[in-house]
């Protein structure tokens, strides 16, 4: 009978669980270990323990009793594995409850959304330049290295840069602006946006007209977005491209993305490759 006990509890077994009863009952936070208990029972996470006015009594039942670690509860909190929400995206993972969020921050397969009007697609970034390519005919990616200067052709519409450094994936998009000529936006695809995030990368675009002199160049942070709601975010377009610049279809600018926490001098490359380009 000792065997066949030991037997069942090597054997992993599906359950339902109310992930609530989980929940530390002053933060509702998952708890983590080490949780303490009341001499009756009720469970608290050590932070919010550390913060309670009398220590000494119970925060639930207000009785007077001494707090002590709650090792049995801590081993099923520790064997209570979920999957990971974007398991629909690819991602096989599961992590014990109070890891979710720490593994779900990171997810390499949490989902950024197609900005074409009605498409809907989200999927992990790896899989966006396929579905761009093969769903609505945009440009196949075009590869760079970071902190070097390279063309990019002006034509309206959405297309995607490849950081062959670190493979991050950009979207560049081109639109009317009217009189003003054309509006640019380069936004870094980043599922793991949030909107009070810190720019990863700085980009530097300029142009230079032969036929009519015009040179003009912008410096500009790159925002992050995982496109939520299929559209680009509002108020994302960051250079023109004035309309006496581009008068050929082959106008192209020079563009150079920069990685902020490198601190690399910035101009150097861009000044460069745009001399080379005017002898």
């Known amino acids: 009978m000792e065997q066949s006990a030991r037997q069942r509890s090597s054997v992993a077994t599906n359950a339902t669980v109310d992930l609530e009863v989980l929940d530390c009952t002053v933060c509702c936070h998952p708890l983590k270990p080490p949780v303490l208990q009341c001499g009756v029972g009720h469970v608290i996470c050590s932070s919010c323990h550390g913060k309670l006015p009398d220590k000494n009594r119970c925060h639930v039942c207000a009785m007077d009793t ?38 779900e921050d990171g997810c390499p397969h949490a989902p950024c959304f197609c900005p074409e009007p009605g498409c809907g697609f989200a999927g992990a970034t790896s899989s966006l330049p396929a579905h761009f390519t093969g769903g609505h005919g945009w440009p196949p990616a075009t590869e760079f290295r970071r902190a070097r200067a390279f063309d990019l052709q002006v034509q309206e519409g959405k297309r995607v840069l490849r950081d062959v450094d670190g493979g991050h994936l950009f979207l560049v998009d081109v639109a009317p602006a009217g009189p003003a000529g054309l509006a640019g936006a380069v936004l870094l695809l980043d599922p793991h946006a949030g909107a009070k995030a810190k720019p990863k990368f700085e980009c530097h675009v300029a142009f230079h007209c032969r036929a009519t002199g015009w040179r003009s160049s912008s410096e500009f942070p790159v925002r992050s977005t995982a496109l939520a709601g299929g559209s680009l975010p509002a108020d994302c377009y960051a250079f023109v491209v004035p309309r ?36």
């Open 244 to 279: 006496v610049a581009h008068p050929p279809a082959t106008a192209s600018i020079i563009v150079s993305v920069y990685d902020v926490s490198k601190k690399r001098p910035r101009n150097g490359d861009i000044r460069q490759h745009l001399k080379s380009r005017v002898n």
């Open 66 to 103: 001494a707090y002590n670690r709650c090792f049995a509860v801590e081993q099923i909190l520790r064997s209570i594995l979920v999957p990971c929400r974007n398991a629909g995206y690819g991602c096989d993972a599961k992590t014990a409850y109070h890891d979710s969020d720490s593994h």
